[in-house]
Each structure stands twice: as structure tokens, then as C-alpha cells.
């Protein structure tokens, strides 16, 4: 992804206090993936 852009999604997340910024679309199945694995077991990572 491009730095400039990467720029404008880091400070839009500050603004809105948002904590997460998922970059590449790919993120968010992996983010899913995590968490109900976290709420299976209550372990960070598998």
C-alpha cells in the first residue's frame, strides 16, 4: 500500500480513535480468525 495513504488511514484512526487499521483486505479474515479463536479459549494466538 502506499505510504501516503497508509499516512491518511493512521491519522483518520488517531482522529476517530479508532485502534485497529487493517491495510490490506486481507487483515480482516485474519483479524476474525484470531479472535474467535480467542474467544474459543481464551489464548492470544494459536
Known sequence: MNPDDVGRLVLDAIQHD???VLTHPEMGTIVEHQ???MLEDQRLTR
Open 18 to 20: 479508532r485502534f485497529w
Open 35 to 37: 479472535v474467535k479463536a
